[in-house]
């Protein structure tokens, strides 16, 4: 079986795996106190050409975004997050169960605007007893989005800067689980410190791109950055062995290790999507990054599941379905080629026309 159903199947890379056996017996401070948390914090900091940042790591997306959602927001208030968000459908209802609602607004390729959020703003402002609804307390964004899509740096700039969360006073926080998928996308205009200028906070995946496990959270605004441990160590994040976290973006974040890894990826995934293309078959998003959501007939995804894993993400007709499939730092081209391969070869049966050449190579 041939696993595309998600980015994190595979452990970690190899040499994450080689530092962690080097610094095995290494005596060391815990709760990310010792000094390969501290170098990890100074290369991230370089990345994102901001010396004040302030860098934490926790261990898991789902904790990640718990926690930094409960750190900014009071408890009378909600945070902004399209429909489709990660926080809204994929989180088992984590940041309700912290007391925080999660005010949705509709997206079709997984991107919200700055008119969007300022209605919800607005919408809340102006009502004549506000203190009987949930007040608009952040915006939550995931770059890329839950959908491959990427928002742009001037998308980013009017979300960040212009009409919505500085305007408004909303916090703005960016879901970086796929962040390298992002960054390493040949579509993508921004860096780490285009990002770093542009939100209060974001954090940085590492459970999807080449580590064991482990998210590196960065604070950019003064006013969220007191306490925050408390908040960490409060949701049940603060790790012990907190070397263990801090060897792994260590080593992501020498010689350009996260974004290599981040291009191979994305590189893969786009030859899955070119190999479809050529066999005409369309697409529910336009997405430049690892994820790809091709439309295919039911009968075909039907005898595809006995080789290979995918994730169905929607009906589309009938007898079509849009599926996802997710490659990541790990993918091998063999793997990427026997599935474009066999998709050919069962469209080919599925319509009963030669198959192109393009599609076996």
């Known amino acids: 079986m041939i696993r595309f159903e998600c980015d ?137 989005t839950e959908n491959g899509t990427m928002y742009s740096k001037a998308e980013l700039q009017a979300l960040a800067l212009h009409t919505v969360s500085r305007a408004c006073g909303l916090p703005f926080f960016v879901d970086g689980a796929r962040l390298g998928y992002a960054l390493a996308s040949r579509d993508c205009d921004m860096t780490f410190a285009d990002l770093a200028r542009l939100c209060d906070v974001f954090y940085i995946g590492g459970t999807k791109i080449g580590a064991l496990m482990g998210e590196a959270v960065v604070i950019l605004n003064d006013a969220l950055k007191p306490d925050f441990r408390y908040m960490i160590k409060q949701k049940g994040g603060l790790l012990a062995k907190g070397r263990l976290l801090g060897i792994q973006f260590e080593t992501l974040f020498e010689d350009g290790l996260y974004l290599d890894i981040s291009r191979h990826a994305v590189d893969m995934a786009l030859r899955i999507h070119d190999s479809l293309e050529q066999q005409g078959v369309r697409f529910l998003y336009d997405s430049p990054t690892n994820q790809q959501f091709p439309i295919l007939p039911d009968r075909l995804l039907e005898k595809l599941r006995s080789g290979y894993t995918f994730t169905f993400w929607e009906k589309v007709d009938d007898t079509h379905s849009a599926v996802r499939f997710c490659t990541s730092w790990a993918t091998q081209q063999e793997n990427v080629d026997a599935l474009t391969r066999d998709i050919a070869q069962l469209l080919h049966e599925e319509i009963q026309l030669p198959v192109r050449v393009e599609a076996l190579v």
């Open 8 to 144: 994190y199947n595979e452990g970690a890379h190899e040499r994450i795996l080689q530092r962690l056996m080097e610094t095995n017996m290494e005596q060391t401070s815990g709760y990310g106190t010792d000094e390969h948390c501290e170098r990890a914090r100074m290369l991230i900091r370089q990345a994102c050409d901001n010396e004040q940042a302030d860098v934490h790591f926790l261990v898991g997306g789902t904790q990640t975004n718990t926690t930094v959602i409960a750190s900014i927001l009071r408890p009378y208030q909600g945070v902004i997050a399209a429909t489709s968000g990660h926080i809204a459908v994929h989180e088992t209802g984590a940041i309700e169960a912290t007391g925080h609602k999660v005010l949705t607004v509709p997206s079709e390729d997984g991107k919200i605007t700055p008119e969007q959020v300022k209605a919800v703003y607005d919408a809340h402002m102006n009502v004549s007893s506000p203190e009987h609804c949930v007040q608009p307390g952040m915006v939550y964004i995931s770059q890329p």
